[in-house]
């Protein structure tokens, strides 16, 4: 069953919020009086289409189907989750509230992206303040997984736990804070950092573009691999936090900074503020900078999912969970067809400079779809512990079609013929009904011991035998056979 996501409050964030539940296979009603709202939606979408994808190994799910309704009512119809998103004022959330609760189904969760706002003040005069709490994300709510789970005494338990999942289940790392506080955990310790920035620009200490350098050059890299407490362990050498604390504690009450003290916020300030960051970013749209910013954060985000660390560890992790269903669509059985045994999508690091699939992503496409096969007849890695492989021993490919960013793509396998030692396997690689690439290729079944070819075990060799036998009716490959070169 395709489930159903409410959106109300079609802005930044709540753009964000409709393209993750919608890329995650859930259907999208927004609710969002602007007469901008599809358009501006409908870009944010497709710098959501470009850059998700991109971090997950394993191909999206088929999108949701995305809806603009006329009413709240309207949007939170039959919704199994409910984000608001409207403008930082409590009367209007207070409204919003009303609005949802009179036609929303009993329990279900209503998250509100507030930064600042407690689930008590959220919850002040509702119908049912049960099924409201805080799930603060931070923007681009389509690529960073967090969001700042609040809830309050009068929360329903069941329904924050349920909360939790869903937002698991989209990729998302639901942070509960255990007590509500204004501002929640992160925006207060980003405000210390923002008052400070302002000091240093209004008493001409840097410019925004130079605090910009010393986060983004220095710490701003280990916060996001480490966050704050992890790195200052670090920073105590062997002796560990410990020491950090006793070197560094007495500079908490030296006149570092003006924590406490905000300089006057007038339309001076202001005007230096914007005039500076015009200097620094001007030159970009701000459709150019998000992308820009995507793209950053899809090869930062990367590089921790290849370590399993920080945020890219709940890349993994959604990865995993979505794998097991994904992969269930691979064929099983023996039949008189080619088998379905890999699906895959174009990642970043798989194209050239010409944008197309680069040529080793062609033989990797190859292999997971020959270590699908193997695994399937029994010779998997558990097989390769017990001292038996099958080793390539020969290789062709054909490049047939071309290969993009995000394409889809699917590997299939016909066995031309197989005996204890050895097959001779046909991989298509079919993006939708065309093939992009053929591989043909020869495998030799190997005693890792002696390093020399010897017969499978004969559990491996029946189920290899029986996959060959239903595929010996099936009419040679066109392009089996080939020389390189060879005319058509």
Same mark, same amino acid.
């Given at each position: ?272 503020? *914007? $005039?500076? +960051? ?5 030159? /970009?749209?701000?459709?150019?900078? &998000? ?5 950053? @954060? ?87 512990? *017990? $001292?038996? +492989? ?5 290789? /062709?490919?054909?490049?047939?079609? &071309? ?5 889809? @793509? ?79």
């Amino acid at each position: 069953m395709t489930r159903k996501a409410a959106i109300i409050g079609g802005g930044v964030i709540g753009g964000g919020w409709a393209a993750r539940f919608l890329l995650n296979g859930w259907n999208v009603s927004v609710f969002d009086p602007d007469p901008q709202a599809e358009r501006k939606i409908s870009e944010v979408m497709a710098n959501a289409r470009a850059a998700l994808p991109a971090l997950s190994d394993v191909p999206m799910c088929a999108e949701g189907v995305l809806s603009f309704a006329q009413t709240i009512t309207e949007a939170v119809e039959g919704a199994h989750y409910i984000q608001e998103s409207v403008s930082e004022r409590l009367d209007l959330k207070h409204r919003v509230f009303a609005q949802i609760q009179q036609s929303a189904e009993l329990g279900t969760p209503i998250g509100s992206s507030t930064s600042g706002f407690k689930p008590s003040e959220l919850q002040e005069n509702a119908a049912n303040p049960a099924t409201i709490f805080v799930a603060h994300p931070f923007n681009p709510v389509y690529l960073l997984p967090l969001a700042e789970v609040v809830p309050s005494p009068k929360s329903d338990p069941a329904v924050i736990e349920n909360a939790k999942t869903i937002l698991r289940e989209i990729g998302m790392f639901p942070l509960h804070v255990r007590k509500e506080i204004d501002a929640h955990i992160a925006d207060r310790f980003l405000e210390a950092v923002w008052r400070e920035a302002l000091w240093l620009v209004k008493d001409g200490i840097a410019t925004t573009e130079e605090i910009d350098e010393a986060i983004r050059m220095g710490f701003g890299l280990r916060w996001g691999q480490m966050g704050l407490f992890e790195t200052y362990r670090v920073a105590g050498g062997e002796a560990g936090m410990k020491h950090f604390m006793a070197q560094f504690g007495p500079c908490l009450t030296w006149p570092w900074t003006k924590l406490m003290d905000v300089p006057e916020f007038n339309d001076e300030l202001v005007d230096l503020i *914007a $005039g500076q +960051s015009d200097a620094q970013s001007g030159h /970009h749209t701000i459709r150019e900078l &998000e992308r820009i910013r995507d793209s950053n @954060l899809i090869g930062f985000l990367r590089a921790l999912k290849d370590r399993n660390w920080g945020a890219g560890k709940v890349l993994r992790e959604h990865d995993a969970a979505r794998a097991v269903a994904f992969h269930a669509e691979i064929d099983t059985a023996p039949k008189a067809e080619p088998l379905v045994l890999a699906h895959m999508q174009v990642l970043p690091v798989w194209i050239d400079y010409n944008g197309h699939m680069t040529e080793s992503r062609y033989y990797f496409a190859n292999s997971e779809t020959v270590d699908a096969f193997l695994r399937l007849i029994g010779a998997g890695m558990d097989y390769v512990a *017990a $001292g038996n +492989s099958f080793y390539s021993a020969e290789t /062709h490919i054909r490049h047939l079609g &071309e290969a993009k960013l995000g394409d889809k @793509l699917t590997g299939t396998i016909q066995i031309i013929s197989a005996d204890e030692k050895r097959f001779r396997s046909f991989v298509r690689i079919m993006k939708g009904d065309d093939c992009v690439a053929t591989i043909e290729q020869l495998c030799l079944h190997v005693n890792m011991a002696t390093g020399k070819s010897a017969p499978a075990s004969a559990e491996v060799w029946g189920k290899l035998k029986a996959i060959a036998d239903g595929h010996a009716a099936l009419p040679l490959p066109e392009g089996a056979g080939r020389a390189v070169g060879q005319k058509k």
